[in-house]
């Protein structure tokens, strides 16, 4: 089994852990030590943009990022993303 762990660092709150692909070059992190403050972090050709997101819409897209897994059959992701979304939320 590979680490597929992925972190950050942010220029104001720190090292950010990655949570989970939300989208074409876009996704979620948090903070790493409380998990709270939560970002989407997109790849631009500027370099990376950090867009802050409440709570409540960081686990929906936790939430749809699982559905999504599930569907697809991709059960060994599915796994470690529910792993992070019980500790997250």
């Not at 590979?2 to 709150?13: A, G, I, S, V």
């Not at 819409?57 to 059959?73: I, K, P, Q, W």
Request: proline share 3%; aromatic share 12%; hydrophobic share 40%.
């Amino acid at each position: 089994m590979t680490n597929t762990e992925t972190y950050l660092n942010h220029p104001t709150f720190g090292l950010l852990f990655r949570v989970c692909l939300v989208g074409h070059d876009r996704e979620l992190f948090t903070t790493l030590y409380a998990q709270r403050l939560f970002f989407i972090v997109a790849n631009t050709p500027n370099g990376l943009a950090f867009e802050p997101i409440s709570r409540g819409d960081a686990r929906l897209m936790v939430e749809n990022r699982l559905r999504n897994l599930r569907r697809m059959g991709q059960d060994e992701e599915f796994e470690k993303l529910q792993v992070i979304h019980q500790q997250a939320f």
